[in-house]
C-alpha cells in the first residue's frame, strides 16, 4: 500500500480527512477524479474490511459464521467454559 503523507495534500483534502477523523467509523471520503471515483476510509475500518473478506473466502468457514450468527444466544457458550473444559 502507498503512503501519502499530510504535506503532499491539498488544503480541501486534509479538512476531509480532519473531518473524518472525528466522526463515526462507517464514515468515508469518496474523490471523483476525472470519472474515476475512489473511497478513503480509515484504517481501521479498512482493516476490518480486509479480515471480513478473508474469513468468507473459504466456503467452509463462511458457511459456520452464518450458522453462529442463527444461534440463539442462550445455545452459546461462554469462553471461559470451553477453556476450563479443554484444560480438564
Do not use: H
Not at 29 to 47: A, C, D, H, Q, S
Request: proline share 1%; hydrophobic share 40%.
Amino acid at each position: 500500500m502507498k503512503t501519502i503523507f499530510a504535506e503532499q495534500l491539498s488544503c480541501e483534502v486534509l479538512e476531509a480527512l480532519d473531518d473524518l477523523a472525528g466522526k463515526g467509523a462507517d464514515e468515508s471520503i469518496l474523490i471523483n477524479l476525472e470519472g474515476k471515483r475512489f473511497v478513503i476510509l480509515k484504517e481501521e475500518e479498512y482493516r476490518g474490511w480486509l479480515e471480513t473478506a478473508y474469513l468468507l473466502s473459504s466456503a467452509k468457514n463462511s458457511q459456520i459464521l452464518q450458522e453462529a450468527l442463527t444461534e440463539p444466544l442462550d445455545k452459546c457458550r461462554d469462553l471461559k467454559d470451553i477453556l476450563n473444559e479443554m484444560e480438564g
